[in-house]
């Protein structure tokens, strides 16, 4: 059956990121928002304890974070039109909220943040790649938490 995963491989997949050293965590917008598109504190709070749990493991952990067109849709308190000028003005609004809670949410176990932004054009380009991949190797070593947007 084409799309089904075999109760073995689920099993090997699970082994495999049990053992592995570095992690990478994708949080949707519709994991960090309520139907209003206002933050959830309890969902934000669940998935930092799920962060903070893989780090106390002495996991390396990524959180690639989406959220901000949706939290700054909440901060405005309306839904503006569908253009990409609205979006970024949303990201903008919504970036710092979110940001603020993911500092907040972290600090109840003594964990820092640092947020980078990246562009399609940060992957393409190989000397930014690879800044944007020693500015996380350097993050990690420090024991800083980076949250990718």
């Known amino acids: 059956m084409s799309g089904v995963v075999a109760a073995a491989e689920v099993d090997e997949a699970r082994k495999l990121a049990a053992e592995a050293g570095r992690v990478v ?15 959830d504190d309890g969902k934000l709070d669940k998935l930092v304890d799920d962060v903070a ?65 990246v562009t399609e054009h940060d992957l393409e380009d ?4 690879t800044n944007f991949k020693n500015t996380i190797d350097t993050l990690l070593e420090w024991g800083v938490v980076p949250i990718v947007n």
């Open 126 to 129: 190989t000397d930014r790649f």
């Open 25 to 39: 965590v994708k949080a949707g917008t519709n994991s960090l928002t309520d139907d209003e598109s206002n933050l």
């Open 53 to 117: 749990d893989l780090v106390e493991r002495d996991k390396e952990v990524i959180l690639v974070s989406s959220g901000a067109i949706g939290a700054g849709k909440g901060r405005i308190g309306f839904a503006p039109d569908d253009t990409v000028e609205d979006s970024q003005a949303l990201s903008t609004i919504g970036q710092s909220h979110l940001m603020r809670r993911y500092t907040e949410s972290f600090e109840r176990y003594g964990l820092t943040v640092a947020q980078i932004l």
